[in-house]
């Protein structure tokens, strides 16, 4: 029971901004956010890993932080992302499923840049998910 408290204990603690509930602002808990928007047509919430980044996004408003508009910030350092470089948009990306160890599965492969399906390939009855994805990365070259 000790490691699992440990494992509890070190999860990171959230703050939860609320533009539209019954009550706005920044609010500590799960429980309390949930009250502001439980039953509220249109609510706007979002969590975040520390306050004062809650209190900013409160400030500045939804606009960036939610909805359409809403934009990736990686938590990376420029230099890390420097490192990794950009997406090579000339590639295929490919994925696997099954549904149970062996179950139903079924791959598929799309264009990185376009997101267009270039083949799907299933269900099949006795499969994995490792089997999935290896047979699309062989599909994935042949292609």
């Known amino acids: ?14 703050y939860y901004t609320v533009w539209k509930g019954h009550n706005t602002g920044v609010f500590e808990t799960w429980d309390d956010c949930k009250a502001q928007i439980k ?7 979002k969590s975040f890993a520390s306050f004062d ?3 900013k996004a409160y400030k500045e408003g939804p606009t960036g932080y939610i909805g359409k508009s ?5 938590e990376l ?3 890390q992302l420097k490192k990794i470089g950009l997406p ?21 492969g799309v264009d990185t840049k376009t997101k267009k399906q270039l083949f799907i390939q299933g269900p099949f009855e006795e499969g994995t998910n490792n089997i999935g994805e290896f047979l699309a ?7």
Request: proline residues 2%; without cysteine.
């Open 137 to 143: 990365i062989v599909h994935g070259l042949a292609f």
């Open 53 to 55: 980044a809650a209190k």
């Open 39 to 45: 039953d509220y047509k249109g609510a706007q919430y």
């Open 88 to 108: 090579n948009y000339n590639s295929i990306s490919v994925d696997a499923a099954s549904s149970g160890n062996p179950g139903k599965m079924e791959y598929r």
């Open 70 to 74: 809403k934009t990736f910030k990686s």
């Open 1 to 14: 029971m000790t490691k699992f408290n440990n494992i509890v204990s070190k999860k990171k603690k959230k």
């Open 77 to 79: 350092s420029e230099v």
